[in-house]
């Protein structure tokens, strides 16, 4: 056969989903029949056009010995170090213009190309065909197999299958593909994430025997009343269902009903079993159970669950969207560890094996279509696909696709058409067909505000009061939407420092029934590793057009460490709350929707001054699900001496190892105060001694002109004075659409981040020197009178600081307290909040403890540096030689560069430590909220101006802190 040479490329700009394709059907790997991976390094060729090059690469003989190589599965844009052109980031403009469906002339294009041989004992033609499968390619793509040309898909996350069997042979087949980056399907993939183009999911050849298995739906159910399950299996192909563990063998299609142990998240129940064919067996893993929409409610086995999610994208920060399965599993294990229950698959299907670790460790998932057109709202929704029967054909095959290649997980619960596509015909088309092809699962999709074709009223970003008045039913809308349950599709925006709020969240969920719960934004910070910045984000390859780091919006940091953020989701969302009871008695209830405690074990320990002198095991009664009881502890194991502050920790740990973590792990905690501690005070027996240049009391020196603190003991001090400025958080700033005040824009407006301070007086008295000063913004007439007031016993020097506020203060302070100055500092210890970061509405996670770390440990390494790093209730501190304690408690942080170095800072690499440590200790820091893209902090988190008064106490300790104990701060 003669190879005609084309640069043919209609199909680019085509609505259609493509041609040459097989249907959609189930994702599986066969237990016996042969498959051959394609993955590996290949020959690439990038052109600048779609037609640059015409076809003649794809006829065989074709000489690409001059061409590099790529590494599929890949995004070209991520190897090649910048030969391939580099990553781009927008939120939802579109980065080439709206002129659907065509594309620019400029479109990168990627010529893939593999030589593959088919192993010796690959089955000859008489046994049957083979399938070519393409799990993911970004954005379009058109295959040849030896020379022929054997069709063009789009749909960059769903996957797209080739019968290929006529054309092997047993050596030397050419596999050629020429993957676009823009394509009539780019304007059906405007999701919120880097533009990565390549073949980025896996590329296998399956031989497909005769008689073989095609398609099958497994249908199994789980009757609550009964405890019974029951299966049957609907396949293409006939065959025999094989359950060995349930005693099930019948042929496909007939039900068959046996008592089960039932599927939830909470108790992954998964049976074994096979589908046998003639020629085949294809592995099964069924969970029985049933989901439906009942008395308003999203129920499974008969019981209301409720959703603690997150949105996770596909992210891997050097490899992109091509993840492998180590790194899916790792998502699954921290997700697991911390008490979350579900996924939504923001927003395209995963990689299948990600469903098949769901399945097996238990999450909820809202399987979602790969589907954006968010772009369109820039143009009043105008010409949006969604709402033009000519996209209708490529929309329903995207829908097929996710539905018919996941209906086998029975952790999809939920399937949602997509995100942010706005409303239209096709969305309506979209959810018709998917109920009529699975009644055994509901429907979402966000923009359905009126619930037309959907089964669940879902939004994002409400507000706490807002979702207060859906729980109460006030909220209005259309008839049906009245009936339906509610769930945050997204909601506490995880970008840099936050969420705040979460805690005052969940209290509302947990109060009305109708709330089901929500769907954290997002998973991960999509950062790019990268040689000069660290980690990379909007705007760093040179984009045009960009929304900067509004891709690093995750509960773990790109290598996944776990941000504070996900440390106080976990805490948030706990199964089992410990709190106090009547009667010096601890409240445990069980908030799980299924399981019982018998997975758990639970401990105490008493504490004395944060430091553990007794602990043990504590009996608690198995508590079914939602039920609660009050446990009697034990008597303290010893008497609390005078002044001491004297707690309860009780744990809930694994008793067993599980799949996700070992017996042991944490995954429950609450503290029960006993007595109080008795405020650190220095009765002032020293008087300051003025010299001539300096003033001393007690152990302290100070600047006789200025007051200003010098040294405490052999501890040099610098810079000692108010601070109420912080490097503002993503939140703080808010987006830029946001109609609500932004106090992060208006503290900068107001010149928050240069005040000035004026010195007053200085005044050595009797018993104290006192520093009178006026602290306020250049060009502003606000301001805070600031009276510094220092003390001494002789060995300890107390300060107290009293703010008076002056003039019309119209906003709140980012943070008030002092900072000053250490030369040397590294080790760190603590009794107060730990051992993580906390924030007045970020603070659920911070336990009461004695905790140590270094400087560097404390700093949390938000992509985009911003405040971090505090640590609340915090009673004393030591570091660099110096002893602090507060009275009341304080926020406690160090680090070192200065707050407008942190502040100026773009990346994380612009911070680099210079000789002092910077020390502040506030009493008071302003919440967090997620205005980065949801509400700002509820009002009772704010920071207001306010007359204040708080006081430190200060002394010289050895700097040889080991004998503490050794708890790592992360
Ligand atoms: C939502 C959107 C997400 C993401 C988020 C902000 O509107 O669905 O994809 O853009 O906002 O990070």
């Known amino acids: 056969m003669s190879f005609r040479t084309t640069t043919d490329v209609a ?118 065909g083979a399938v070519l499968r393409f799990d993911g390619v970004d954005s379009c793509a058109r295959v040849w197999l030896n020379g022929t040309d054997i069709g063009e898909f789009k749909g960059s996350r769903i996957p797209h299958e080739f019968a290929v069997g006529h054309l092997l042979r047993p050596t030397g087949n050419v596999l050629a593909v020429r993957v676009h980056q823009w394509s009539a399907g780019s304007y059906l993939e405007d999701q919120d994430q880097w533009w990565l183009p390549g073949i980025f999911r ?98 499974v086995n008969g019981r209301p669950v409720l959703f603690k999610g997150v949105n996770r994208h596909e992210w891997h920060p050097e490899r992109g969207r091509a993840l492998d399965l180590e790194t899916m599993r790792a998502d699954v294990l921290l997700m697991k560890r911390h008490n979350v229950n579900a996924v939504r698959t923001s927003h395209y299907p995963p990689h ?12 909820w998932v809202v399987d979602e279509c790969d589907l954006e057109t968010h772009g369109f709202v820039e143009q009043d929704w105008r010409d949006n696909p969604v709402d ?39 969305l309506t088309a979209m959810a018709e067909w998917i109920h009529g092809r699975d009644t055994s699962r509901l429907v979402h999709y966000e923009g359905d505000i009126d619930c037309r074709d959907t089964d669940v009223y879902s939004r994002m970003y409400a507000s706490h009061d807002e979702v207060e008045r859906i729980g109460q039913g006030l909220d209005g809308g259309t008839h049906r939407r009245r009936a339906l349950p509610f769930i945050l599709c997204e909601y506490a925006h995880a970008m840099g420092n936050g969420p705040g709020g979460l805690a005052d969240y969940q209290k509302i969920f947990e109060a009305h029934e109708r709330l089901q719960g929500a769907f954290v934004w997002e998973w991960i910070d999509h950062g790019i590793e990268h040689p000069r910045l660290g980690l990379a984000y909007g705007g760093d390859f040179g984009e045009e057009l960009h929304d900067g780091n509004f891709v690093c919006d995750g509960l773990v940091l790109p290598d996944r460490t ?23 008695t601890l409240r445990v209830t069980n908030k799980q929707d299924f399981a019982g405690l018998c997975a758990l074990a639970f401990t105490w320990a008493f ?87 300096v003033v001393t009391l007690g152990p302290a020196t100070f600047d006789a002109r200025t007051g200003e603190l010098r040294g405490i003991g052999g501890v040099d001090v610098t810079g000692l004075r108010l601070d109420v400025w912080r490097a503002p958080t993503d939140n703080d700033d808010g987006a830029p659409w946001q109609s609500d005040v932004r106090y992060g824009v208006l503290w900068r407006e107001l010149g928050l981040h240069r005040m000035r301070h004026r010195l007053d007086a200085v005044e050595v008295g009797d018993g104290a020197l006192t520093v009178r000063s006026r602290v306020a913004p250049a060009a502003r007439e606000v301001g805070l009178s600031t009276v510094y007031r220092w003390v001494s016993d002789g060995d300890r020097v107390q300060l107290t600081v009293s ?35 906390a924030y007045p509405d970020s603070r659920t996670a911070s336990a009461l403890g004695r905790w140590r770390s270094t400087v560097d440990a404390l700093q949390t390494p938000y992509v985009r540096p911003q405040e971090n790093g505090a640590r609340a209730d915090v009673r004393w ?40 440590v910077w020390v502040n200790l506030d009493h008071g820091q302003h919440g967090l909220g997620s205005q980065s893209c949801g509400p700002g902090p509820l009002p009772r988190y704010f920071l207001d101006v306010a007359p204040a008064q708080f006081s430190f106490v200060f002394s010289a300790v050895d700097q040889s802190i080991d004998s503490l104990i050794d708890i790592p701060t992360r």
């Not at 060995?244 to 079993?273: F, N």
């Open 11 to 128: 199909y680019v700009e085509d609505v259609s989903p493509g041609s040459g394709a097989l249907a959609p059907r189930a994702w599986y790997a066969s237990s016996d029949a042969r498959s051959l991976s394609l993955n590996g390094s290949w020959r690439f060729r990038l052109s600048a056009t779609a037609d640059a090059e015409d076809d003649s690469f794809a006829a065989e003989g074709y000489d690409a010995g001059g061409w590099a190589e790529i590494a599929v599965p890949g995004h070209w844009v991520l190897q090649g170090d910048g030969a391939f052109g580099s990553p781009a980031y927008t939120n939802h403009l579109y980065p080439f213009p709206v002129d659907p469906p065509r594309v620019p002339t400029e479109n990168p294009t990627g010529d893939h190309l593999r030589v593959f041989d088919l192993p010796a004992d690959w089955p000859g033609p008489a046994d049957g």
């Open 202 to 299: 896996d590329v296998t050849l399956l031989h497909r025997p005769a008689g073989g298995v095609l398609d099958f739906f497994v249908h199994a159910s789980y009757d609550h009343l009964t405890g019974a399950g029951t299966l049957r299996v609907d396949s293409d192909v006939d065959g025999r269902v094989v359950v060995p563990a349930l005693d099930i063998d019948v042929e496909t299609g007939c039900p068959v009903t046996v008592p089960v142990r039932p599927w939830t998240a909470e108790t992954p129940a998964l049976y074994d079993g096979e589908l046998v064919t003639e020629g085949e067996r294809v592995p099964l893993r069924i969970g029985f159970r049933t989901v439906e929409l009942a008395d308003g409610l999203i129920k």
């Open 352 to 363: 299948p094996a990600f469903l098949d670790l769901c399945d097996e460790y238990g999450l």
């Open 388 to 426: 033009d029967d000519r996209w209708t054909p490529a929309l329903l095959d995207r829908a097929a696709r996710m539905v018919e290649r996941d209906k086998n997980h029975p952790s999809v619960v939920i399937w949602s058409l997509g995100n942010e596509a706005g409303t239209g015909r096709g």
């Open 562 to 584: 776990p941000s504070p953020g996900l440390a106080e989701f976990k805490k948030v969302i706990e199964p089992v709350a410990l709190t106090a009871g009547d009667d010096a």
């Open 607 to 693: 504490q004395v001054d944060g430091e553990t002198v007794g602990s043990g095991d504590l009996a608690v009664p198995a508590l079914a699900a939602g039920e609660s009881a009050d446990v009697k502890l034990p008597q303290p194991p010893v008497l609390a001496p005078a002044g001491a502050e004297t707690a309860w920790t009780v744990r809930a740990v694994l008793a067993e190892d599980t799949a996700w973590a070992d017996r042991g792990h944490v995954v429950a905690w609450g503290q029960v105060p006993v007595t109080a501690r008795a405020l650190p005070a220095v009765t002032p027996t020293a008087a300051p001694v003025a010299g001539e240049r």
């Open 803 to 837: 703010v008076t506020p002056e003039g019309d203060w119209t906003l709140p302070l980012p943070r008030l307290g002092i900072r000053f100055g250490l030369s040397a500092a590294d080790r760190v210890s603590w009794f107060g909040g730990g051992p993580g970061e």
């Open 877 to 916: 501190a030591e570091l660099g030689g110096l002893r602090v304690e507060g009275a009341p408690e304080f926020w406690f942080s160090a680090r070192r560069w200065t707050t407008e170095q942190l502040d100026a800072a773009g990346h994380l690499t612009d911070l680099v430590p210079g000789e002092t």
